[in-house]
């Protein structure tokens, strides 16, 4: 348990000379969230609990997500006497912060104070931008936009003329660091066979915000240690996510998986995604027909077992009125048939859908209800009953394994998940443990494997959140959501690379909070623990991209005036859209971009994808994957290329 010490008391002299008495940082320590240390002349105090593994050098001074600058360190003088601190616990469970005071501004004749660059604002902080006021729904360091995805609420046209509004300080307690979102999926479900929902935004999710937690006491759960259990993939992996909501406006059936030859590519396939519900007395896997209304609890039973798809995976294949399975599901077993090769997991989270996890693990009772009731589920296929489709068994055999894609452990991400920054760490690999004792349970009395995986997101506060080490013996590989590194959601740049391979030192992101590449998150999850043969690269089957951005350096770098029109949504676009789009393609640091003289867009070709096949191979790796589908062209462009990690 932490200890906080209190030196209100003494003498003034004496805190001179106490405040820069800071150890050296040294790589390889492990450090509390709050804790100060000294580096090559300045001090610095953690953002986050971290270890500083050995080999990535992250250190103060060159890692703003994990350390913020506490000043220049000055002469240490001799104090005339030697202060004694009492220490005075803070337990975890009733642990009150100090309330640090947060402006909340009062409006005055319609208009806030201007908002100011490089400022951090928390909810419900509201700003002035071009004319415009904006409240901001989580901390953000963004410029406001009106993108309903981002971390500002529009709240209008500022009336009234320019006014500074008046602060007052509003004691609050730590607040939860909250990652920059990227465009979201909203499965839109419907009640009735007859109905076609709309479909949603192409989810992409991953973000690498500057973290601001203040101290986080020691986790109190400890997962118990066990071996590396979890065998190794002994072939490349090629894999890729379906998403559940792709076969309504997108119309990117399972029969498209093969008639553009992208079945013969493939090793596994990811559904996107499986909801927990609160259910119980605790939380529970389960499947539902409710549109997503903004909280998290929505379900596509129709798309998932009641419809008939438009196109087959067997066209001779009838689905009559009283069939248990029909849907992706049904389509799903059908491709398994012809492509026995292929293994399709269920994708449990994502971005609309995390939560509840930090909730669903709190506990060794809480993670064995939620486990055995996802494995209940989707393993042995005992679907709800929903529009008479659905009972017992009646997805047995669709899936050969469980996906975890927690957003994210022991960081806020779409901003109304459950979080424990202080015991998501522990909890995450507890919970990873729990899931593969089950899943080999169950293998034992069914004779087959069962196999369990998780995507990352791959910002280094995100790795930092978690124990790498340890997680990793539970998995079988580890799917890296190896892109969205920048997007439209910094509406006015500068553009850069949302999936560059290596560190490119002339961005202006470099060096700086939330930069990072796929090389460097490689190395730093193998200096943290993991082994090389258990990661998978993933690559981006869409871009993202700007518009009026200033016509120099073929548009890289540079400011812009908003996100890119996109199909779906603004600043993101399929990558069999793009391609097609007017500009010149241009190659630096292992990613790709078009430029036409001011729309710009960042996104991976064969060209690039080949460049990252050769890395994964050359560093023996186990494979790729890519989010997401339906972005590809009708004849499979770019799993033509991922597939070619196998030869």
């Known amino acids: 348990m932490m200890k906080l010490f209190r030196l209100a008391a003494l003498p003034a002299a004496m805190l001179v000379s106490y405040a820069h008495a800071y150890p050296q940082w040294v790589e390889g320590n492990t450090y509390n969230a709050g804790s100060y240390v000294s580096y090559q002349g300045s001090d610095y105090q953690a953002l986050v609990t971290h270890t500083a593994y050995v080999g990535t ?34 337990p975890t469970a009733t642990a009150t912060p100090t309330p640090t005071p947060t402006t909340t501004p009062t409006p005055a004749a319609g208009c806030y104070d201007a908002w100011k660059s490089g400022t951090a604002y928390v909810s419900p902080n509201r700003v002035t931008y071009n004319g415009r006021n904006y409240e901001a729904k989580w901390w953000t360091t963004d410029t406001p936009s009106s993108s309903e995805w981002g971390p500002w609420k529009d709240l209008g046209a500022c ?22 979102p990227t465009v979201t999926p909203t499965p839109t479900a419907t009640a009735t066979p007859t109905a076609t929902p709309t479909p949603t935004a192409t989810p992409t999710p991953t973000a690498t915000p500057t973290a601001t937690p203040t101290v986080i006491p020691t986790p109190t759960v400890t997962p118990t240690p066990v071996t590396d259990g979890a065998a190794a993939p002994t072939s490349k992996q090629v894999g890729s996510y379906f998403a559940q909501w792709g076969v309504y406006g997108r119309d990117y059936q399972v029969a498209d998986i093969v008639s553009s030859g992208s079945a013969d590519k493939l090793t596994f396939i990811n559904y996107a995604f499986g909801n927990i519900y609160a259910k119980n007395g605790g939380y529970e896997c389960g499947i539902v027909n409710k549109a997503e209304s903004g909280d998290g609890t929505g379900g596509d039973a129709w798309a998932d077992f009641g419809r008939t798809p438009n196109r087959r995976v067997d066209p001779s294949d009838t689905i009559k009125w009283d069939d248990k399975l029909a849907g992706n599901f049904r389509e799903l077993k059908a491709l398994k048939a012809k492509y026995p090769n292929i293994k399709v997991f269920i994708s449990l989270g994502g971005w609309s859908w995390s939560k509840y996890f930090s909730a669903a693990s709190k506990t060794d009772a809480l993670r064995k209800q939620l486990v055995a009731s996802c494995i209940d589920t989707y393993i042995k296929g005992n679907l709800p009953v929903i529009d008479g489709r659905g009972g017992e068994a009646a997805a047995a055999g669709v899936f050969d394994g469980i996906d975890i894609d927690w957003e994210f452990v022991g960081v806020q991400g779409i901003g109304y998940n459950t979080v424990d920054p202080v015991n998501d760490k522990a909890n995450h690999v507890a919970l990873m443990q729990e899931f593969r004792k089950q899943l080999d349970a169950l293998s034992a009395s069914t004779g087959k494997p069962y196999l369990l995986t998780e995507a990352i997101g791959v910002g280094y506060d995100k790795i930092a959140a978690t124990d790498p080490a340890a997680y990793i013996k539970s998995l079988n590989w580890l799917n890296l959501m190896s892109y969205d590194y920048q997007g439209g959601w910094d509406a006015q740049g500068p553009t850069d690379h949302q999936a560059n391979l290596y560190d490119d030192p002339a961005s202006p992101r470099y060096g700086k909070a939330g930069y990072v590449s796929t090389d460097g998150a490689v190395k730093a999850l193998a200096a943290a623990g993991v082994p090389k043969n258990k990661m998978v690269v993933g690559i981006p089957f869409y871009g993202r991209g700007w518009t009026g951005v200033t016509n120099a350096n073929n548009g890289l770098y540079q400011k812009s005036s908003d996100a890119a029109t996109g199909t779906y949504e603004k600043g993101i676009e399929d990558y069999k859209v793009i391609k097609n789009r007017a500009g010149t393609v241009h190659y630096q640091g292992g990613q790709s971009y078009k430029y036409d003289g001011s729309t710009f867009w960042t996104y991976d070709t064969p060209q690039t994808i080949a460049t990252k096949v050769k890395y994964v191979k050359d560093n023996g790796m186990a494979g790729v994957m890519s989010w997401e589908l339906s972005g590809d062209t009708s004849t499979g462009e770019l799993m033509t290329e991922m597939g070619k990690v196998k030869q």
Not at 61 to 68: C, E, G, I, N, Q
Not at 159 to 180: E, K, L, M, N, Q
């Open 57 to 90: 050098n992250w250190n103060p001074k060159d890692s703003p997500t994990l350390w913020k600058s506490a000043g220049v360190s000055t002469v240490t003088p001799t104090p005339t006497a030697t202060p004694t601190a009492t220490p005075t616990p803070v």
């Open 159 to 180: 009336t009234g003329g320019t006014v500074t509004a008046t602060p007052t300080a509003t004691p609050t307690a730590t607040p939860t660091p909250t990652a920059t």
